[in-house]
């Protein structure tokens, strides 16, 4: 387990109780305690988030914001927030340095809303919900921009401050500011490829009501997920950090990966001569690999990286501007949290993932937004738990080598999985992976928080118990 400020070897009895609950289909149980503080973080999210997303245009206004005005379960930004709970302090100098930063930055009126760029104008990057209704003096685009001139200025921009963050039990290490901005954009990011899903997937509803597609049509979807990221990465250059920014940038080049090889990627490749007897043989070992990768890059990626930015929020590891005033193991100690993150986010996302495929072969299930019935079979994508039942069931090949695209193959599919034990096995593969993630997190020191990221590892498997 990791201290405040050192590492040490797990011992062999604890190692052996994870293992046992690894391998278990139920979880391990562990003790349940409140989160004394995150409830208020999460109620203050969306009007964080309210701010963050307002635009001029009354149309983009609405669909961006839309998906943000039903209550969802906010596991991203609940990871992110928790994480900070669980390693601030971790960092020894570097999180006394990020403290007296957002002191600093909080005494000089600069912040997580503060511009970068320092020339009023430039930005052209209105947003009503900081600075108001814009005024004549803001609108004018018809005279040349004149460099070295009064007429080059438009009118100060009038900045609202964020909605002040909940207040921290005296108890605990504080989360920062910037890490509250970090679980809005990791929302973001996620909302934004929700937005792009819909239309791809010409999907008529999100859990339970009408898609954004439906509601607004594909092109404003598409160009609300584009002005989500847009805002996402304005926000994300203002956290300060390098390495941040590179994390949850390539988190966007992800997603897009992730759903191109969710198109074309093909179970079995063969040629046509070869199909019906490759089909027959079952999926291969790099089939399966390709399905994990895609389910790496649509889902885990984003809570893998975004655990990690959260722990170097918080000072842990090499900070961007050199190791200045960090001892050698502090920074070697840092290394490890945000290791010790990343594994938790990544084995956690793909557990996730691997019980959403599950669930897709279940009735459909209002509580947990998900439309079963053999939804992803409609759309042509091959899952683990038709991988599994491929194996057990050869029959299988012929259908999703055509994507099951004949009339009754999505229902054929589905009886044929289900007589197999492709269900039990995906469950079985989640359950080795939340137990990975759990395995992870546990060598943080103990907190509440840490066992509420314990319990979310229960959850994520849970969902079919």
Not at 398 to 404: A, E, F, G, H, T
């Amino acid at each position: 387990m990791l201290t405040r400020h050192a590492l040490t070897r797990r011992n062999v009895a604890a190692s052996r109780r994870l293992a046992t609950a690894a391998a278990a289909v139920e979880p391990a149980p562990v003790r349940r305690r409140p989160t004394s503080s995150l409830t208020s973080e999460l109620s203050s999210l969306k009007s964080s988030l309210f701010h963050l997303l307002g635009s001029s245009h009354p149309s983009l206004d609405a669909v961006a914001k839309y998906y943000f005005q039903a209550e969802g379960k906010h596991l991203r930004p609940m990871l992110v927030l928790l994480m900070a709970q669980a390693t601030n302090g971790l960092g020894g100098e570097g999180w006394d340095r990020m403290r007296a930063r957002q002191a600093e930055d909080e005494a000089s009126g600069r912040g997580v809303d503060h511009s970068l760029t320092s020339v009023e104008g430039v930005l052209n990057d209105w947003n009503p919900e900081q600075m108001g209704m814009e005024g004549e003096a803001d609108l004018v685009f018809a005279e040349p921009y004149l460099v070295g001139t009064a007429a080059q200025q438009t009118s100060q921009q009038r900045s609202t401050p964020s909605p002040p963050p909940p207040s921290a039990p005296t108890d605990e290490t504080p989360i920062l500011s910037t890490q509250r901005r970090l679980a809005s954009i990791t929302e973001m990011i996620h909302v934004a490829s929700l937005l792009h899903d819909d239309v791809i997937d010409n999907s008529p509803l999100r859990r339970g009501s009408p898609s954004a597609p439906q509601q607004f049509s594909n092109k404003l979807s598409i160009l609300a997920g584009d002005f989500l990221l847009g805002r996402a990465s304005v926000a994300l250059a203002r956290l300060g950090s390098r390495e941040v920014v590179e994390l949850l940038a390539t988190v966007i080049a992800n997603l897009v990966e992730g759903e191109v090889m969710q198109m074309r990627a093909q179970p079995q490749q063969a040629s046509t001569a070869t199909a019906a007897a490759a089909a027959a043989t079952g999926p291969s070992a790099e089939a399966f690999e390709i399905y994990m990768r895609k389910t790496y890059l649509k889902t885990a990626s984003l809570m893998a990286k975004s655990a990690r930015a959260s722990v170097i929020l918080g000072g842990c590891g090499t900070p961007d501007g050199g190791d200045v005033g960090m001892s050698a193991s502090e920074i070697a100690e840092g290394e490890v949290v945000k290791d010790i993150a990343y594994a938790y986010g990544r084995n956690l996302g793909i557990a996730f993932q691997l019980i959403d495929d599950l669930l897709d072969f279940l009735p459909p299930s209002p509580t947990l937004g998900k439309p079963g019935l053999g939804a992803d079979l409609s759309l042509g994508l091959t899952t683990a738990p038709v991988l599994y039942a491929w194996r057990a069931n050869p029959a299988l090949g012929p259908l999703i080598q055509r994507k099951y695209s004949l009339p009754g193959d999505v229902q054929l599919a589905r009886e044929l999985v289900g007589k197999t034990d492709g269900l039990a096995r995906t469950r079985e593969l989640a359950v080795k992976f939340a137990g990975e993630a759990r395995r992870a997190v546990e060598r943080l020191p103990e907190s509440q928080a840490r066992d509420e990221l314990v319990q979310l590892t229960e959850k994520v498997v849970q969902r079919v118990a």
